[in-house]
């Protein structure tokens, strides 16, 4: 049988509750058992469950933090964006170059390999090393000033960088 005021399992024929100490009302006793939905009126809800809503909690908040600032090089500013595609230039690695261009001209997403690997191909091998010099960001648009070396020259330049749905790219037609 069911306590009515916790909802705990007794055994039959009991007078009070083993878990909470009420009385048992006579009715109760026989051998019909009731089910009880615990509710947050009564308490047993939120102290049966608050493992779970902590871990919850816990869970929320950390999504909440990587989604906003991100980690390692996966952070989105303009700084980081700015490396991880001269990062791509310097490897001559192609999908860390176009996952971070965005153009208002042409479709990047639609390019063919044999596009993206034309215009690697004129890229690719310019830059030896990078320096971050500064940067800035005026609402959806961003500035960074870079420092490139490519062999004995050395070089500074700016690439612009907009936001397209919360995410900072290199803008292709200001950049180049």
Request: charged share 25%.
């Amino acid at each position: 049988m069911y306590c009515k005021y916790c909802g705990s399992k007794n055994n039959k024929n009991v007078k009070f509750c083993a878990n909470c100490g009420k009385k048992i009302a006579e009715e109760e006793t026989e051998t019909e058992e009731k089910v009880v939905v615990s509710t947050p009126a009564n308490g047993t809800f939120l102290q049966n469950n608050k493992a779970i809503i902590a871990v919850a909690a816990i869970v929320a908040i950390v999504l909440f933090l990587l989604g906003n600032s991100g980690t390692g090089s996966n952070k989105n500013d303009p700084k980081s964006v700015s490396k991880q595609f001269l990062d791509g230039l310097k490897s001559c690695n192609t999908n860390k170059v176009f996952k971070n261009i965005y153009s208002e001209e042409v479709d990047v997403s639609k390019l063919t390999n044999s596009q993206k690997k034309e215009f690697m191909d004129e890229v690719c091998g310019e830059v030896d090393s990078y320096q971050i010099l500064d940067s800035s960001i005026d609402g959806d648009e961003a500035e960074v000033e870079a420092r490139l070396t490519s062999g004995d020259e050395s070089d500074s330049g700016t690439l612009y960088l907009v936001r397209v749905n919360g995410k900072w790219l290199i803008d292709m037609d200001k950049t180049f």
